[in-house]
T-cell receptor
C-alpha cells in the first residue's frame, strides 16, 4: 500500500497561509496525490490533485517535491471556515481511496 | 442540487434490527462507492460499483452487509442484524470512469448510524 503520513493537528491564524505537509515516500510513478477536506459532520470535499507538477486552483495550491515523496497543501489566506480535517491521499488501486487519519487544521481568529 | 445525495441523514436503531441506506449519485457518473467512517478516523472503503456491477468488496464488508445498484443508478446498502460496532458514518461517493488515472470522487453528506 502507498501510505501517507500527516501531522495529526495544526493551528493557523486567520488570514495567514496554512501549509499542510504530507509524506508519501512509497508513491508509484503514475499515482496521483489528492487532497480532500472534511468539515465536521459533512462528507469529504475535493480540494486539489497533482501528479508531478505544482498545481493551483481557486481553493489551494499543491507543491509536490521533485522526488514525489512528499507534498504540501497551501491555503493562502485561511479563514475560520477552513477549519476541517485535511486528508492527503495517494490512490493505490484505481477504485479506492486510502484516507488515513488526516490533519485537523484549527484556524484561530 | 446535482451533487451526491444520501438518505436518511441519521438513523438510530436497536441492535438486531435491519437498516437500509440509499445513495443517489451524480446522474452521469458510472462508478459508485461506499465508505464507512468511525469517530476520529478517515473513511474506509467498503465496496464499489461500475454501472450495476459490484466489482469489489472490502473484507470490512461482512456477510451482514449487502449493497445493490439496480439499473446502475441509485444504490442501497443494507445491514442485517445490526451490532453496536456498526455505528458509524456511511458515506457514498460517485465518479466518472475516464481514460486517465485521474478519478475524482464526489462524496455525499453521509448517513450517521447509531445502534443502541
Amino acid at each position: 500500500d502507498a501510505k501517507t503520513t500527516q501531522p495529526p493537528s495544526m493551528d493557523c491564524a486567520e488570514g495567514r497561509a496554512a501549509n499542510l505537509p504530507c509524506n508519501h515516500s512509497t508513491i508509484s510513478g503514475n499515482e496521483y496525490v489528492y487532497w480532500y477536506r472534511q468539515i465536521h459532520s459533512q462528507g469529504p470535499q475535493y480540494i486539489i490533485h497533482g501528479l508531478k507538477n505544482n498545481e493551483t486552483n481557486e481553493m489551494a495550491s499543491l507543491i509536490i517535491t521533485e522526488d514525489r515523496k512528499s507534498s504540501t497543501l497551501i491555503l493562502p489566506h485561511a479563514t475560520l471556515r477552513d477549519t476541517a480535517v485535511y486528508y492527503c491521499i495517494v490512490k493505490v488501486e484505481i477504485n479506492k481511496f486510502y484516507f488515513g487519519s488526516g490533519t485537523k487544521l484549527n484556524v484561530k481568529p | 442540487d446535482t451533487g451526491v445525495s444520501q438518505d436518511p441523514r441519521h438513523k438510530i436503531t436497536k441492535r438486531g434490527q435491519n437498516v437500509t441506506f440509499r445513495c443517489d449519485p451524480i446522474s452521469e457518473h458510472n462508478r459508485l462507492y461506499w465508505y464507512r467512517q468511525t469517530l476520529g478516523q478517515g473513511p474506509e472503503f467498503l465496496t464499489y460499483f461500475q454501472n450495476e456491477a459490484q466489482l469489489e468488496k472490502s473484507r470490512l464488508l461482512s456477510d451482514r452487509f449487502s449493497a445493490e445498484r439496480p439499473k446502475g443508478s441509485f444504490s442501497t446498502l443494507e445491514i442485517q442484524r445490526t451490532e453496536q460496532g456498526d455505528s458509524a458514518m456511511y458515506l457514498c461517493a460517485s465518479s466518472l470512469l475516464g481514460t486517465s488515472a485521474y478519478n475524482e470522487q464526489f462524496f455525499g453528506p453521509g448517513t450517521r448510524l447509531t445502534v443502541l
